[in-house]
């Protein structure tokens, strides 16, 4: 499961990623997303879409329908329960469950992306981490690359390992063109300083728009880094 540490640090950018590299190495992936809020508009007709979504389906080549990649989607840029709240609505939480399950038949590996930080509502009773202890899948934690990472990714993993949840490790994830600072050269190896989880990776932003290169210069074998922790 791929949480992390912070809102907009990257998840579904590094789940697509991992996709398409477990695609091309032949391995049948399913990607889930339990939740996902905050619509946008995608032409003149004013249809809703949630980018999230979009991108994971594409990175399966879209060869399963969006209500199985995500079956709760809601239009406010909010955490699911207060979002699905102005829409007179709730998140199930039985169907947060049924939904993971759903793929254990359609797929021989499942990346299931949380939403914003572990500690994130996820519906009015559970957070992502209680999801996360009901799945049990091995965790990877997607930081922002940049200055204040260090505090919460150590932050996020006292969480997950307090709670006795397993993790596979840690990928920092540069998601800013513009700003630049010495920490990126230095948050690795001081994370790495303070924690026995693994920092896996360091993608920079040039990679972005080339997920292959994330592919092959940074290779990891996905497979065998979760089965190591299940």
């Known amino acids: 499961m791929i949480v992390g540490t912070d809102t907009g640090v990257g998840k579904t950018y590094i789940s697509c990623a991992i996709a398409r590299q477990l695609i091309s190495e032949g391995t049948h992936t399913g990607v889930y997303k339990p939740a996902c809020s905050g619509s946008l508009i995608k032409d003149e007709t004013g249809t809703p879409y949630w980018e999230d979504v979009e991108l994971l389906a594409q990175a399966i080549d879209q060869n399963f329908p969006s209500e199985r990649i995500c079956p709760q989607k ?4 909010l955490a699911p329960p ?22 254990q038949d359609q797929a021989d590996f499942l990346i299931v992306e949380g939403v914003g930080g572990i500690l994130c509502p996820l519906s009015e009773n559970l957070l992502v981490s209680d999801f996360a202890a009901a799945l049990n899948y091995p965790i ?9 990472t260090i505090n919460h990714s150590l932050l ?12 596979a490790g840690l990928i920092l994830n540069d998601v ?6 010495e920490s990126r050269t230095s948050n690795a190896a ?14 920079p932003f040039e990679w972005r728009s ?21």
Do not use: M
């Open 210 to 230: 080339n997920l292959l290169h994330y592919q092959t210069e940074d290779r990891i074998d996905w497979c065998q880094l979760s089965s190591g922790h299940v």
């Open 82 to 103: 207060v979002a699905a709240r102005k829409e007179d609505s709730h998140v199930d939480e039985a169907l947060l469950r049924q939904g993971a399950l759903w793929w």
């Open 176 to 181: 800013d063109s513009e700003r630049s600072d």
């Open 74 to 77: 809601f239009h406010a840029p």
């Open 140 to 148: 990877l934690i997607v930081a922002r690359a940049g200055l204040g």
């Open 190 to 203: 001081q994370i790495q300083q303070w924690t026995t989880v693994p920092v896996l990776s360091f993608v």
């Open 156 to 167: 996020t993993i006292e969480v997950l390992q307090k709670r006795g949840l397993p993790i």
